[in-house]
């Protein structure tokens, strides 16, 4: 199953026998930071010809520290998040958390991303799945790639076969993932779209400071491998400052080594299809 569907409202001619691209930062941070970084990323998808989805959470529900930043709002957000797919013509994606999130998201993306920790959550996938909207399943860190048929079961229990995985690692460890490369064959069963997320899996979590670390140095090669072993969307958070970023910032990819990044996957990609 693939996704041309959803990027039928992007105008331009798309290879969409290229990978898809999920982008964006962490969380709105303010009123013109996700637009700045959208425009930035459809420029630089149009001229690489990659079918691009925005993304950007309204709130980061999952922090180690109360002191962490967590939003300027949801309704605010979500109105931010909605300007930018309206004004560039783009799908966009932010995350939920709870099943009464669902339907108040739905009015404002076009994909739900159920978190890694939440992927088990029976009442949050049906209500996802309720909205019609695309669903992307963010795999637990804890659970093993054939595990992931039960999430997915859930979403289309409901009527909605709009389904797509997220890999992004696996616990080793108290603060360190690994990523399991077999898992795209695995997950493959599912017949849905399979997503690797280049940097949450190099994400160093449960540190002693509250803040999570990460080998920001490692997103190219986590990215490379995933193309190589066949997934069909790389999903990556983005930054024009990322060591000043309110999420998430030893693991996003400063946005300016983004295009660079896309041009090797792009020979990746061309070389193994």
Known sequence: MDIKNLFQ???GHYNTDNFFLIAGP??????????????????????????????????????????????IGDEKALKI??????TLNIPT???????????????????????????????????????????????????????????????RSAGNDRVMITERG???????????????????????????????????????SGVCGGHRDMIALIAKAGIAAGFDGIFMETHPDVEHALSDASNMLPLQEVENLLTQLIKIRQAVI
């Open 81 to 86: 998040i909605a300007e930018v797919g309206r």
């Open 170 to 208: 696996t616990m080793f460890g108290y603060q360190d993932l690994v990523v399991d490369f077999r898992s795209v064959q695995t997950m493959s069963n599912n017949n849905c779209p399979l997503v690797i997320d280049v940097t949450h899996s190099v994400q160093q979590p449960n540190q002693a």
């Open 93 to 155: 994606i932010t995350d939920i958390h709870t099943a009464e999130e669902a339907g108040l998201a739905a009015q404002y993306v076009d994909i739900l991303q159920i978190p890694a920790f939440l992927c088990r959550q029976t009442d949050l996938l049906l209500a996802a799945a309720k909205t019609g909207k695309w669903v992307n399943i963010k795999k637990g860190q804890f659970l093993s790639a054939e595990a992931m048929r039960f999430p997915v079961e859930k979403v």
């Open 9 to 11: 409202q992007i105008p």
């Open 26 to 71: 962490c969380v709105v941070e303010n009123d013109t930071m996700p637009m700045e970084i959208a425009l930035t990323l459809k420029a630089i998808t149009d001229k690489l010809n990659i079918p691009f989805i925005f993304k950007a959470s309204y709130r980061k529900a999952n922090r180690s520290s109360i002191h962490s930043f967590t939003g």
